[in-house]
């Protein structure tokens, strides 16, 4: 079992940055892979980064890519996601997801967190 809870988010403007933290608790932390979805009002949960367990990996959405980076402190059971140059498209509840396998952009994560609410305004 493992239990995620993300931190981190809150509101900014356009252009802004903002640093998302998905503490994990459980053993074997280092096993798992790891991603960010987000889901905004009104639409479907999607895909945002994911990274391998050993950080060695990682993929990103199109619309992300050269803006977010995903990250991660094995020694600290936390995955980490930066993000740059916010957009009001960006808005959104951000959720941390593991599984022990790479699924990347697949949504069949077995543990989810509660999520974290980004607002970026213009």
């Known amino acids: 079992q493992m239990r995620l809870v993300e931190s981190g988010g809150g509101s900014v403007q356009t252009g802004g940055s903002l640093r998302l933290s998905c503490a994990a608790s459980?053993?074997?932390?280092?096993?798992?892979?790891m991603a960010w979805f987000r889901q905004a009002p009104g639409k479907e949960r999607e895909f945002v980064a994911a990274?391998?367990?050993?950080?060695?990996?990682?993929s990103y959405a199109d619309s992300v890519k050269g803006r977010f980076t995903i990250s991660r402190d094995n020694a600290m059971n936390t995955v980490y996601l930066q993000m740059n140059n916010l957009k009001p498209e960006d808005t959104a509840l951000y959720y941390c997801?593991?599984?022990?396998?790479?699924?990347?952009?697949?949504?069949?994560?077995?543990?989810w967190g509660q999520g974290t609410q980004v607002t970026v305004s213009s």
């Open positions: 990274i391998f367990s050993n950080g060695g990996l990682t």
């Open positions: 459980g053993r074997a932390f280092s096993t798992y892979a």
């Open positions: 997801a593991a599984d022990r396998l790479w699924l990347a952009s697949d949504p069949r994560y077995d543990f």
